[in-house]
């Protein structure tokens, strides 16, 4: 049996290699476009009377569809709409948010803005991200500090907490779920002229602490 799978190629464009959003946006579109061949050569098999290979072909389908959602939600973690909408800072107050309503004390030091290339902001928006997700999922946290300042060319970030910590096995680890750990956001800050340095011991809370210059 012969069916045709082949998808609307799409050439790149210069955004391609852009940020984690447009890349991620391009995968997803050209998942969607591999969803529509599969879902044309399943009905092509089944109209020739193969059940088995139309099958297969449904459930290759099925599979492209749930990595489909799961990119999806994971572009908002990645490039959340406030970040360039409202700036860095609302994005971090809406970051923190959630931690309120687990009865997490949450303190917060932001500027009203901060003037920031997009891949710094978001370098900046994932570290706190990945520190937040720590605190809510592994901490048993009852206060959150996050400060963020812009001084002399560099943005500084530092959230704290007084959680119970954490010892090197669990830093050297990539969190369960597929997010970035933070030992992966040390290369990226060191790879933005930056620094991350994280003090993590067991029953002394945790401290994030990222800088990196504005350009």
Same mark, same amino acid.
């Given at each position: ?8 190629? =799409?050439?790149?464009?210069?955004? &391609? ?21 599969? @879902? ?5 098999? &089944? ?33 959340? #709409? ?19 309503? =687990?009865?997490? %004390? @949450? ?22 991200? %990945? ?18 300042? &812009? ?18 096995? =669990? ?30 011991? #067991? ?13």
């Amino acid at each position: 049996m012969r069916v045709c799978c082949a998808g609307p190629s =799409r050439p790149p464009t210069p955004s &391609a290699a852009g940020s984690p959003a447009t890349c991620t946006t391009g995968v997803v579109q050209d998942l969607a476009a591999a969803n529509y061949s599969l @879902v044309g050569a399943k009905a092509q098999a &089944a109209a020739k009377g193969y059940k088995e290979e139309a099958d297969a072909l449904d459930g290759g389908a099925q599979a492209l569809r749930r990595g489909i959602r799961s990119l999806r939600t994971l572009l908002v973690e990645i490039y959340p #709409p406030s970040l360039h909408r409202a700036g860095l800072p609302a994005a971090l107050r809406d970051l923190l948010d959630p931690l309120t309503g =687990r009865g997490i %004390e @949450v303190r917060l030091q932001l500027p009203d803005s901060v003037e920031l290339g997009d891949d710094r902001a978001e370098l900046v928006f994932r570290v706190a991200q %990945e520190a937040v997700r720590n605190v809510a999922e592994h901490s048993a946290a009852g206060a959150v500090d996050l400060q963020l300042e &812009a001084t002399g060319g560099t943005v500084a970030l530092t959230v704290a907490d007084d959680s119970i910590g954490f010892g090197p096995a =669990r830093l050297a680890g990539t969190p369960a779920g597929g997010h970035v750990g933070l030992l992966l956001l040390q290369d990226l800050a060191r790879a933005a002229g930056g620094s991350l340095r994280i003090d993590a011991s #067991p029953g002394r809370g945790t401290t994030v602490h990222l800088e990196v210059p504005v350009e």
